[in-house]
């Protein structure tokens, strides 16, 4: 965390917040969950990006040690944190916004992948993006723990969810800025807790 605010000083006023998203997803993995993610422009892509840092190697090798993988196999695989990008869906959500309700498709995949083990974290400049919302409502309600990453301005998401991560912006393209060495942060602390040899 030092090294984070010493390079984004701007971001101390969501120390707490970032410390508390951490512990609560440490929590998730260690009971076995897996972490959905949500996002719709820039956000559908820091979804994206989340989960490749999630999944594979970030900052360290993560050795397999599984041993029902035969041996020639293992050591090409990395050790990975189980998590889904909804926004990389197409199918599924083409179909359900062409069949049913553009503002409830993530909240459909939420309903599908997600139980009370798992974490879904939703990503809005706003705060107040209808189809995040529908998704963390959903979360909420079967149990999921949530977090989101939004902008400094209260929202219906800093009401809905268990951890809110507020930059310290209103502008729609320094939100996402701030975003990205939070969840880079949060990525690399993962694996180092789950990884570390």
């Keep these: 965390m030092e090294r984070l605010l010493s390079r984004y000083p701007a971001l101390s006023v969501c120390e707490k917040q970032i ?46 040690h599984d041993e029902r993988i035969p ?15 909804l926004p990389s869906q197409v199918a599924v959500l083409s179909a359900f916004i062409n069949d049913v309700d553009p503002q409830m498709l993530y909240a459909q995949l939420v309903y599908g992948y997600a139980s009370d083990k798992d974490l879904v974290i939703g990503i809005s400049t706003s705060g107040n993006s209808e189809n995040i919302v529908n998704a963390i409502t959903v979360a909420k309600a079967i149990g ?21 991560i507020n930059a310290p912006s209103c502008e729609t393209y320094e939100i996402q800025e701030y975003h990205l060495p939070v969840y880079h942060y949060l990525c690399a602390a993962l694996e180092k807790h789950f990884f570390s040899e």
């Design 71 to 85: 041996s020639e196999l293992r050591s090409k695989l990395q050790g990975a944190l189980p998590a889904i990008s």
């Design 144 to 164: 999921a723990r949530t977090v989101a990453l939004t902008g400094e301005k209260p929202s219906r998401l800093s009401q809905l969810c268990d951890v809110t």
């Design 19 to 64: 410390s508390d998203a951490l512990e609560l997803m440490i929590k998730v993995y260690e009971q076995g969950g897996k972490v959905l993610v949500c996002g719709n422009g820039g956000s559908a892509a820091d979804s994206e990006h989340i989960v490749g840092e999630l999944m594979k190697g970030f900052h360290l090798k993560r050795t397999v």
